[in-house]
């Protein structure tokens, strides 16, 4: 089992930036594949960033409209995976989600936090 706590989220404007913190627990980290996810109010949720361990180094990958903006890392000496998010549009306002994989490849995630709200204002 793993235990997924989000924190980081707030109300800024248009333009500012945020950190994401994801803290986990349970298995071990470094060879877990973690992701972000996030949900605006009536839309599904959406897939932002992800971070994977593949033969001794991580590759990372992003939605299109986070690219140049979000930034995806992780600490694991601390069990944590963070989402840097510069220069943030409305359009960014969602709850966002951290979520967990022992499976290296593959897009579907076993565990999950329960959110952080961002509200961006224009």
């Known amino acids: 089992q793993v235990q997924l706590i989000e924190s980081g989220g707030g109300l800024v404007q248009a333009g500012d930036s945020l950190r994401l913190s994801c803290a986990a627990s349970g298995r071990t980290f470094s060879s877990m594949r973690m992701g972000w996810f996030r949900q605006a109010p009536g839309k599904e949720r959406e897939f932002v960033a992800a971070v994977r361990p593949i033969g001794g180094t991580y590759f990372v990958d992003y939605t299109g409209s986070v690219k140049g903006r979000f930034t995806i890392s992780r600490d694991n000496a601390e069990n944590t995976v963070y989402l840097q998010m510069d220069n943030l549009e409305a359009e960014d306002t969602a709850v966002y989600f951290c979520?967990?994989?022992?499976?290296?490849?593959?897009?579907?995630?076993?565990?999950w936090g329960q959110g952080t709200q961002v509200t961006v204002s224009s």
């Open positions: 979520a967990a994989d022992p499976s290296v490849g593959g897009t579907e995630y076993t565990y």
